[in-house]
Nanobody, 122 residues
Framework: QVQLVQSGGGLVQPGGSLRLSCAAS????????MGWYRQAPGWQRELVAT???????NYADSAKGRFTISRDNDKNTVFLQMNSLKPEDTAVYYC????????????????WGQGTQVTVSS
């Protein structure tokens, strides 16, 4: 069984910062691409940022220049540092990981974290 456990989030004023963390645990061979997605009320879940096992990053236009994704491969943990937060960043944030269960597996299995609320409001 693989679990992604998120931490961080909360209420912050516009212009403030928050850091989200997500740790993968359980039985697996390795964790490949990890990422963050978000879903605001009435909207579809959307990509925020991803990072490969080698450290290549990809950001949504809305996140570029304000958010930074990083990871600690030794701890199978991904982080999202969010700066200059805006009210439109308010959403439930979900981490995501592609997990190779066994060394002989040909494909990754996708797992999701439990979600954490980020509210940007004065």
């Amino acid at each position: 069984q693989v679990q992604l456990v998120q931490s961080g989030g909360g209420l912050v004023q516009p212009g403030g910062s928050l850091r989200l963390s997500c740790a993968a645990s359980g039985s697996f061979s390795r964790v490949n691409t990890m990422g963050w997605y978000r879903q605001a009320p009435g909207w579809q879940r959307e990509l925020v940022a991803t990072i490969t096992g080698g450290g290549t990053t990809n950001y949504a236009d809305s996140a570029k220049g304000r958010f930074t994704i990083s990871r600690d491969n030794d701890k199978n943990t991904v982080f999202l540092q969010m700066n200059s937060l805006k009210p439109e960043d308010t959403a439930v944030y979900y981490c995501n990981a592609g997990v190779r269960k066994y060394a002989s597996s040909l494909l990754d299995t996708t797992y999701w974290g439990q979600g954490t609320q980020v509210t940007v409001s004065s």
